[in-house]
């Protein structure tokens, strides 16, 4: 007679598929400065058109970030850019461990560092006015501009409320 146990009715396979994949969020990156390390990949601002050349792995966030900077000339007009990267949220403490009485370091991701949407930084009496800091927390979300953003949710809402009807 065959023995008959709860795992030989498991599909282990089947089961697996369920579990959440740990992996790394991927943000857009471009800088406003020109490359500060030797090796770092150059990615301007100036040129960012969305394509995988701007991709960055951000094992270390939960969230991406868009910094909207704006530049006065002194001809008087004004220079606006958008600076992105994956949102800072990697925190390095010193753990104390007993059983070795000796301290070091831990690695800390703070998961509730920011909400979505944008706000205005410190205005601190720069001539250029404070930068704009808009953050999102889904894979490429830190590419459109914030107009954009906004007039997909109008459109989202609008097709909702339709749906619901």
């Known amino acids: 007679m ?46 960012f058109d969305g394509s995988e050349r701007f991709y ?9 970030m868009k910094r909207i900077i704006h530049y006065r000339l002194t ?5 606006t850019t958008a ?7 990697k925190d390095v403490v010193q753990a104390y461990n007993w059983k070795e009485r ?19 930084g410190e205005d601190r ?4 006015g404070p930068s ?3 953050f999102c927390s889904s894979n490429y979300c830190n590419s459109s501009s914030s107009a954009k953003l906004c ?4 459109i989202l809402a609008f097709l909702l409320m339709k749906l619901c009807r």
């Open 83 to 89: 600076e992105r990267d994956c949102a800072f949220q």
């Open 102 to 120: 000796r301290w070091h370091p831990e690695e800390r991701i703070d998961k509730e560092a920011y909400g979505e949407g944008c706000f205005k």
């Open 151 to 154: 007039g997909s949710l109008v």
């Open 56 to 64: 960055q792995d951000c094992p270390t966030s939960t969230f991406c």
């Open 132 to 134: 704009e800091y808009c």
């Open 2 to 47: 065959q023995r008959v146990t709860l795992f030989s009715y498991i599909n282990f396979p089947g089961v697996l598929t369920f579990l959440p994949a740990a992996e790394a969020m991927i943000c857009y990156r471009c800088t406003v400065l020109p490359r500060q390390f030797v090796g770092e990949k150059d990615q301007p601002c100036s040129k």
């Open 75 to 79: 001809n008087g007009t004004t220079v």
């Open 125 to 128: 009496g720069t001539p250029n």
